[in-house]
């Protein structure tokens, strides 16, 4: 039994170096082939299957899956199928092994696994001598998948074209011929996957998606542009919805670098684009924001103050403190925005009392021009509004816009 | 290379205290059977081996020698299975110089055969147990295969042995890798002689190797007995097996051909922290096609199957040790297809407490007491609304729980029909269904300073 196997899986290595294949599968059936009277004992029958098929699962990041079906000839009785691999980081204890043609009759006996030696032996037992097709299946490492997009605006900003690309990345020296893959969401694809190849597959193409050009001026998030003035950085993102009014909402759409361009607005045909910039997207379930951030605007200001902090004693040593902050924008561009005006509470809190470990009672005063908070996108920590900035006038001057928004921090002390 | 043997020198009649001088012929009696019982708490595996040994009325030496192996010397024990009351282990000698040997002293009342077995302690033989599981499409049941993997890095071979493996933990208070490295201290009375032994030829060897080889031609998958043995449960692998150093074997335990699977959704930051994971729940009894022994620690994989006959990866997770007739759960981890967000909607306070100067009495404004700017604060209660906001985008309703302790003197006001896990854990549970955005709103009053009195968590439901 010794001197069998040791021959076998040399015997397995040299086919498969002949062969080019570093995952390989040897089929032996020591018991059932005939050996002619004085022939040495150790001639074996090895056949190499080919695949028939393979599937790659990338759905579970860090676990991709690799799915081989392959026909082998099995004899009737015990049979010694060597799974042999080199050069490749396949997990040996995720190996596995099943038939598809008689998955009741024939069985894996018992799995060996010699020592320092990327292989193992099944012993397979078939009731009947004949092909059998079997999957092959493991978890190999070098293998996996990376997502990148591709955002074409229209010259409006109204809409854009979205192209998403998986790429699998193979990083093994094993080729995977013609295999089936499925990256977790979407269509499965099927492609050749060559060693040490990136494959960049369209896996996605979203055309005519509604997007928000947004201008968002949160002190908390993203602070001041030039703090002397006050003047508040205004990142921009084109914000597009994923859900199925406009256009998406299939599946979620996976974390990945996106590049993003913009349509010179010339006649169909004649256009070109322009890119803008790129940004990792981040993960967008379904029915979330996608938000692509485009840079800082330079034809936006938006100045916030602290233009009133009045403390109004209640009880004792309770105060209430009635706070107006003041936001004075400015639009330079020749179109009209909209504006996300974001207010943390602790940071305000912070800046006008400093901080203190309690929880902030608050309400929206009466007196300020910012009455009605965005209700899904604000907390009690957060509020949220949109404001629209009439575009410059024909003078070429923008119109300051001024906003408030009237705090009042309850029962300090 | 030998490793271990057992030799019977030829000179027989040699004094106990210096056996052995300058033998150099002795005959190595091949073993008749092994038994190897396999923990998987401990390194450990206790080896029962049966050998026939030719004796002389009279005193014998049996050398036993492990050179290269991890061998327990304090555990090795010699006993006579036939004509016990004719043989007589009259003591046992660790040599000088030989860590990893020993004489056994015989006493015979006769010339003739007897039949001996050897047992001890060695390390470097484990075994563990995996899982496979798959499901079905719809991941309400799953096949759910249980295997062990028998390794041998025990220095030595072992062909043709019958196995058990057992299941539970033992109490060990010395390492046997550790005894194995560190040998006896040897008794004053030393041996010093080497003994250059030879194997005996084995052709029963050979033989039962034909055998094996006509019978796997018949050979099924085996079924590994299960039994439970005191606090233990012993798997027994039917016939024998051969293991050599450096090698390992996989078996399959047990196959669970139609598990029923109950999928849920968990928020309970204790055990498995800050996010809503998705579980399966399984039980391991008669009805989920399971049951007929306890499942060792070991790990999982979990796979649901494809309408392309393929598989796809759910998660690779690790499980305890399950009794039978227990419910076991397998964390998936969160799951892109439901979204959970932790939402506070409102913050306020009420209820005001004073304390003026060194006073004991405390004043309340809506008591209708006057307080002063120089009172102090000293008890409020504060108010949070807050939401668990669950998102379902499965095709099919969730269950979903809700688990998660809240420190301080609080009243957790809602409605949705709560009950305490413990003193301070409400426990609430939710279906969403499919496509539905479900907002459960409770608010928790915590009471400060002075107006706690409790560290403890009351349920109240909202007006």
Not at chain 1, 187 to 197: M, Q, S, Y
Not at chain 2, 199 to 214: H, N, R, S, T, Y
Request: hydrophobic share 40%; with cysteine; aromatic share 8%.
């Amino acid at each position: 039994m010794h001197s069998t196997r040791h021959s076998t899986r040399h015997a397995t290595r040299h086919l498969g170096g002949a062969l080019s294949a570093l995952i390989a599968l040897a089929l032996l059936a020591p018991f059932a082939t005939p050996t002619l009277p004085g022939a040495a004992a150790d001639v074996k029958l090895i056949a190499l299957p080919k695949r028939d098929r393979v599937e790659i699962q990338l759905d579970v990041p860090g676990l991709t899956l690799i799915e081989e079906e392959r026909t082998i000839p099995l004899a009737k009785g015990a049979n010694d199928v060597v799974f042999a691999w080199a050069n490749t980081a396949i997990d040996k204890s995720t190996i596995q092994f099943r038939c598809m043609s008689d998955p009741e009759n024939v069985q894996v006996i018992s799995v060996s696994y010699p020592p320092n030696e990327n292989a193992l032996t099944w012993q397979v037992s078939s009731p009947t001598a004949g092909p059998a097709k079997v999957r092959i299946s493991y978890i190999i490492g070098g293998v996996d998948k990376s997502y990148e997009y591709r955002a074409e605006a229209a010259n409006d900003e109204k809409k854009l074209t979205l192209w998403q690309y998986v790429q699998l990345h193979n990083r093994t020296p094993e080729s995977f011929g013609e295999a089936d893959m499925f990256a977790g969401y979407g269509e499965r694809l099927e492609r050749p996957i060559g060693a040490n190849e990136t494959r960049k597959i369209l896996a996605a193409k979203f055309e005519n998606v509604p997007i928000t050009k947004t201008y968002t001026a949160d002190l908390a998030q993203h602070g001041y542009l030039d703090p002397a003035k006050r003047q508040l950085k205004i990142p921009m993102h084109y914000v597009l919805k994923n859900d199925a009014a406009n256009g998406l909402g299939r599946f979620p759409l996976q974390a990945g670098k996106a590049r993003i361009f913009i349509a010179d607005g010339k006649a169909e045909g004649e256009g070109t684009t322009a890119f803008l910039g790129e940004d990792w997207a981040a993960f967008a379930a379904k029915d979330d924001e996608l938000k692509l951030f485009l840079g800082v605007a330079k034809d936006i200001v938006v100045t916030r103050t602290i233009e009133r902090r009045d403390r109004k004693k209640t009880a004792g040593p309770l105060s209430d403190y009635d706070i107006v902050v003041k936001y004075e924008i400015e639009n330079f561009k020749d179109q009209p925005v909209s504006i996300d005006l974001a207010e943390s509470i602790a940071g305000l809190r912070a800046e006008v009392l400093g901080d203190a470990p309690r929880a902030i009672e608050w309400v929206l005063g009466t007196e300020g021009s910012l009455k009605t908070p965005d209700a899904l996108k604000s907390t009690s920590d957060r509020v949220l509004f949109h404001v629209d900035a009439p575009a410059r006038g024909a003078d070429q001057k923008a119109q300051k816009k001024t906003e408030t928004l009237n705090i009042v921090l309850k029962n300090e002390w | 290379m030998w490793k271990k043997l057992l030799s019977v020198p030829i000179a027989l009649a040699i004094a106990w205290t210096a056996p052995a001088q300058n033998i150099d012929v002795s005959t190595l009696p091949p073993r008749d059977s092994v038994q190897l019982t396999i923990y998987n708490s401990e390194d450990i595996t206790l080896v029962r081996e049966t050998r026939h040994v030719t004796v002389k009325q009279g005193d014998n030496v049996l050398q036993f020698s492990w050179a290269n192996t991890l061998i327990d010397p304090s555990s090795l024990s010699l006993t006579f299975l036939e004509r016990a009351n004719d043989l007589e282990l009259v003591d046992t000698v660790f040599p000088h110089g030989r860590p990893q040997a020993l004489y056994w002293n015989v006493r015979s009342k006769f010339d003739g055969e007897a039949v001996v077995a050897i047992s001890y302690f060695t390390s470097g033989i484990t075994w563990t147990a995996d899982y496979v599981g798959i499901t079905s499409d719809d991941e309400s049941s799953m096949t759910f295969d249980g295997y062990v993997t028998i390794a041998n890095n025990s220095g030595d071979d072992y062909a043709d042995a019958s196995v058990r493996l057992v299941v539970g933990t033992i109490n060990l208070v010395e390492r046997i890798r550790d005894l194995a490295s560190r040998g006896l201290v040897p008794p004053a009375a030393v041996l010093e002689s080497e003994s250059r032994m030879r194997d005996m030829p084995a052709p029963a060897a050979e033989a039962a190797k034909a055998v094996l080889a006509d019978a796997l031609m018949e050979r099924k998958e085996k079924e590994i007995v299960k039994q439970g043995l005191s606090e233990y449960f012993i798997f027994t692998v039917p016939g024998e097996e051969t293991i050599r150093n450096g090698h390992a074997k996989r078996m399959r335990l047990f196959e669970g051909t139609k598990v029923p699977v109950t999928t849920v959704y968990r928020y309970r930051p204790m055990e498995y922290g800050d996010q809503l994971v998705k579980l399966f729940l399984v039980r391991n009894d008669k009805s989920s096609t399971l049951g007929d022994s306890p499942l060792p620690d070991g790990a999982v994989r979990l796979f649901r199957r494809q309408p392309t006959g393929g598989l796809s990866v759910i998660a690779f997770v690790p499980t305890k040790y399950v009794p039978i007739g227990q419910e076991f759960e397998f964390n998936l981890g969160r799951d892109p297809q439901v979204i959970f967000e932790r939402l506070a909607t409102r913050t306020w306070r009420d209820d005001f407490w004073f304390k003026r100067g060194d006073q004991q009495k405390l004043y309340s404004p809506t008591k209708g007491d006057k307080v002063n700017d120089n009172d102090t604060v000293v008890g409020w209660n504060d108010h949070e609304a807050r939401l668990e906001r669950v998102r379902n985008y499965r095709g099919a309703p969730i269950n979903v729980e809700f688990r998660f302790p809240i420190s301080g003197d609080v009243t957790f006001v809602s409605s949705l029909d709560p009950t305490l896990f413990d003193f301070r854990t409400p426990d609430f549970k939710t279906t969403v269904k499919s496509g539905e955005r479900k907002d459960l709103a409770y608010e928790l009053v915590s009471r400060q300073g002075t107006n706690a009195t409790q560290n403890a968590v009351k349920l109240e439901a909202a007006k």
